[in-house]
């Protein structure tokens, strides 16, 4: 039975007439007789009485007259939600999502979703935990997923980032740690903790990153798991508990002064909110936001046009750097035999330049989250050591006799690290000073001394074989001085404990000059480097780390891209930097600059890329000098392996 077959009998039994129906339906008498003896033929059973010309309904003429006409209802209901979908008028999307989001971030959403798309009924479907979410996405039973923790490790999903997570640590505000400003997890496991069950996002992100730092929740005090975050809230004020959650979750109470968030050391960078699609899905949905207009976008696409539009909105242009997610899948406790990988890690912590190769990475523990844990590494127990230096001399030391593999140096130094055996591998730089103007000379207020060439006879105490060494060589033998000026070694570290009678002046890097002059104890001595050369800081590795571990040398730097971003990003980073190398915060901002600004004078500015031309300039100059010739014959094109920064940055 054809539905067009109902039509036309319906419009023969309102006219009871076979020619009037034909001329309604603008057919043939015959044609019309055809369709409706094919119809008596299926049903079985006439439909209409045939009484001379005239014609009357049977019984089942009289039943399909009045449920014939609700068929024909449905078709056109049917035909009309058909091209209103065509149109991009109606439609359906069940998103599903974890708890935090769908209280804090997912109603805002939603809302402007419906805005722009009132036709298309939305639904939203909250799980406890990542797995329950992994389960309703691969059943079918929501449309796309809205998640805090990636599935990139399903091959059927497809994630993509669109937004940032914060997660901080939560406390009554008469909580005693309310006042403070920044905590790190070690200063933490005194306390009673509350937490949501195991398996939700915010507990995995915890765990994952306690475990990437050596310990887990064992170490602590005492944790309390909650089923909900009201039973968490009630914890924290009537039990003083503290609370981990995201910068979603208690949002209200922040703002009502009933509940004080506090920033975790380790969790410095945010997390990332993801879009999750069936992968059969994306690459489709892809293509078809990017070629259609929106009005012919289905549910999924409009919603994927929507956040992509608000992403690029929130992050224009800009190289986020972001925690990487936490894996939710069980993992077998019967593995291997764990190879243990020992990095020595040299760094100048002191050294403001420097600070984002090596204090920053230490003390948000960048490096234990981008150390590879997957593949060959999947049963690795790294043990790192940092070794904080003074100066760069015993750096270089460490790189040539293999107590240290990864080393953190500045110009002079850096170079010295290439020759004898090329033994280290350049993979990065850290910070840039293009002036060379980050190096001086100083000598006592008291001094009779005013310019470099009154240095004739006299003495110069420099740090040796430090950049500031390089910085005196340079300017010393253009001046052709090198001979009449004597070099001491300054074993200090700190400018302020110079002493005004060891030599008639001082050498030093920043901050060191910056905070004698500062303290009022000296002042700088004019035309001490009159051929400045571009200074810059970059990270070396021992040639046999570049080629047995290359993942960890590239996990390194994607740490110091981290340790760059939150310096550049986060507006309490330099008062932090000075609270842990003890300088003035003014020191610290006055040193290091996030992006190189050309009216800005005497700064290190961030920067990885490598600049081969300024190591020949440093190589060309410093070989004319005795002692230095064999740094000519250090291979640039061997030492320097800048695919180590593209992959870090891919």
């Known amino acids: 039975m054809e539905v067009y077959q109902i039509r036309v009998f319906l419009e023969v039994a309102r006219h009871l007439s076979f020619t009037e129906a034909a001329d309604a339906l603008n057919l043939t008498q015959p044609a019309v007789s055809a369709k409706i003896k094919s119809l008596e033929t299926e049903l079985g059973t006439s439909l209409f009485y045939r009484l001379g010309r005239k014609i009357q309904l049977t019984e089942v003429g009289e039943f399909l007259l009045e449920e014939g006409a609700k068929l024909i209802q449905v078709e056109n209901e049917l035909l009309q939600k058909i091209e209103n979908i065509k149109k991009g008028k109606y439609g359906s999307l069940k998103i599903g999502c974890t708890m935090a989001l769908a209280e804090g971030w997912l109603p805002n959403v939603v809302f402007e979703y419906r805005q722009q798309y009132p036709s298309i009924q939305v639904q939203c479907l909250v799980f406890e935990s990542?797995?329950?979410?992994?389960?309703?996405?691969?059943?079918?039973?929501?449309?796309?997923?809205?998640?805090?923790?990636?599935?990139?490790?399903?091959?059927?999903?497809?994630?993509?980032?669109?937004?940032a997570i914060s997660y901080q640590l939560f406390v009554a505000h008469t909580h005693p740690l309310a006042q403070q400003r920044w905590l790190s997890l070690a200063d933490l496991r005194k306390y009673p903790w509350a937490l949501l069950p195991s398996g939700t996002p915010s507990r995995l992100v915890l765990e994952s990153r306690l475990s990437e730092l050596g310990f887990s929740l064992d170490g602590f005090l005492q944790f309390e798991t909650v089923d909900t975050m009201s039973l968490m809230r009630t914890y924290m004020m009537q039990g003083n508990y503290l609370g981990f959650a995201t910068d979603f979750d208690f949002k209200p109470e922040c703002e009502l002064g009933t509940v004080t968030a506090i920033p975790i050391q380790e969790f410095a960078l945010s997390g990332t909110v993801y879009l999750v699609t069936p992968r059969r899905l994306a690459q489709a949905n892809t293509a078809t936001s990017s070629g259609r207009r929106s009005r012919s976008l289905n549910p999924v696409q409009k919603l994927i046009h929507l956040l992509q539009a608000k992403h690029s909105a929130a992050q224009p242009g800009s190289n986020v750097v972001r925690l990487r997610s936490p894996s939710f899948t069980r993992r077998s406790n019967s593995s291997p035999r764990p190879e243990v990988l020992t990095l020595s890690i040299g760094v100048q912590n002191s050294t403001i330049p420097a600070v984002t190769a090596g204090l920053i990475i230490q003390r948000l523990g960048l490096l234990e989250h981008f150390l590879p844990k997957e593949g060959r590494y999947s049963t690795t127990q790294y043990k790192i050591q940092w070794q904080d230096f003074s100066t760069g001399a015993p750096i270089v030391d460490g790189l040539r006799s293999q107590q240290l593999n990864i080393g953190v140096l500045g110009d002079y130094p850096l170079l010295l690290s290439a020759e004898a055996g090329q033994n280290t591998r350049l993979i990065s730089f850290v910070s840039t000073n293009p002036d060379g103007s980050c190096n001086a000379v100083v000598v006592p207020n008291r001094s009779q001394l005013q310019s470099v060439d009154d240095l004739r006879g006299r003495a110069i105490a420099v740090p040796l074989r430090s950049s500031a060494h390089g910085m005196v060589l340079r300017s010393l033998n253009a001046m052709n001085l090198l001979n009449q000026v004597n070099l001491l070694p300054l074993e200090s570290a700190h400018p302020f404990e110079f002493s005004e009678h060891y030599a008639d002046s001082y050498a030093h890097f920043a901050p060191f000059h910056d905070i004698a002059c500062r303290r009022g104890q000296f002042r700088y001595l004019v035309g001490c480097n009159p051929e400045a050369l571009p200074a810059f800081y970059g990270v070396v590795v021992t040639s046999e780390l570049a080629e047995q571990y290359p993942e960890v040398a590239i996990a390194y730097l994607r740490a110091l891209s981290a340790a760059q971003y939150w310096y550049d990003t986060t507006p309490t980073a330099p008062s932090l930097v000075a609270k842990w190398t003890q300088l003035d915060s003014e020191v610290i901002v006055q040193i290091l600059s996030s992006s190189y600004q050309p009216n800005q004078p005497g700064r290190f500015f961030s920067e990885m890329s490598i600049r081969p031309d300024w190591l020949r300039l440093h190589i060309d100059q410093l070989s004319l000098i005795p002692g230095n010739q064999e740094l000519q014959t250090i291979n640039l094109n061997q030492w320097i392996q800048s695919e180590f920064l593209q992959q870090a940055r891919a």
């Open 130 to 163: 990542a797995e329950l979410l992994y389960q309703a996405m691969t059943s079918q039973t929501v449309d796309v997923g809205i998640s805090d923790v990636n599935f990139e490790e399903f091959s059927e999903l497809s994630a993509t980032a669109i937004d």
